[in-house]
């Protein structure tokens, strides 16, 4: 099977890192790759938003399956283009990745299958949402309703915060289009889980639960980022709790979705808040986490090319995924100032004497090569990556690895997994 994998990140190396070692996958193309995928893909040039390009290039390649990483494509059509075209195509169609495009959409959809999940109502009129809110009080969320890179979700600890995030997203405009439509919805506590399952329109298959961090400082201080690590599995959450996740959550809204007559295929990343009441789904993504995918992948065992085409072509019960029961540990080493201002260009060393440790893996996320030489082009620039019997070593293993890595300006939190160790 001739395989493509849309995008350029860490979570895409993960992915093109674990389809290389599948028997089923006998040529692996990367658009637009890094340096990493490209030593076990071959990167094509082109841009991951410029579908006729993408489709192009599919055909051209007499491709058989398509992986897409990120969510735009996802959203903006890319894998209706490519299944219009006969390519098999692991993501969602346009219509049921609204689940992470609209959260009007995943919202309503879930009240209307009995998905437990946070009261909300949803608005175009500042003064409609204004007087909800006045009956409502907070703490209170809320929530754009299109993608904003990770920031339309706004937490108001009082009424006039609240009231401020209306006028910003429907007066103003803040978000542009993504913020013409809003949702308020009343704000849960408890920890967050995250589980993956891959959809083929019918069959939920769980993959590994992992973490990530967000905040790019240790003790989950400073500034929101993409995540500054991840690690699996998760000791707070048992298997009963992932299990009551996937039956009351994720189960229910691949059901509705496909009775509306839009089957999910690709990966459900489903964020649950654990409460009294049991997990309560707070949001969807319809791709793979990252740098979650960079500890999910490690503990995939089986072909995991076969468990896609699967995954693609609604086959998911013919095949087995069995999951490992290794730990994995990320730490994600950023560029000197992210998630804010920084350079980018500085030469990285020591990536050979990292990966010559056993069980580590460094995954390229916002990397480029220079003349042979590669340099840091993005915020969050390596996943270094350690698997391993047990989750102390295996972190401990992580940053012995990130210990050999040096550019300018690096800096990682000391504290990945912190919750479980
Ligand atoms: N790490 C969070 C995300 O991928 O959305």
Redesign the pocket.
Known sequence: MQVLVIGGGGREHALCWRLAQSPSVTRLLALPGNPGIAAVATCLPGSVDDIDHIVAVARRESVDLVVVGPEAPLVAGLADRLRAAGIATFGPDAAPAQIEGSKVFSKELFRAAGVPTAAFECFDSSAEAKAYLRRMGAPIVVKADGLCA?KGAIMCATLAEAELAVTQLLDERAFGAAGERIVIEACLNGPEMSVFALVDGETVVPLPVAQ?HKRALDGDRGLNT??MGAYSPVPLFSDALIEQAIETCVKPTARALAERGMPYRGVLFGGFLITDEGPQTLEY?CRF????TQVLMPRIEGDFGEACLATATGQLDQVEVRLSNKAAACVVMASGGYPEAYATGLPIGGLAEAEALDGVVVFHAGTRLVDGQVVTAGGRVLGVTATGDDLRSTVARAYEAVDRITFEGAHCRRDIAWQAL
Request: charged residues 35%; aromatic residues 0%.
């Open positions: 990770g990530d993409g995540g993504n986490g990252d740098p979650e």
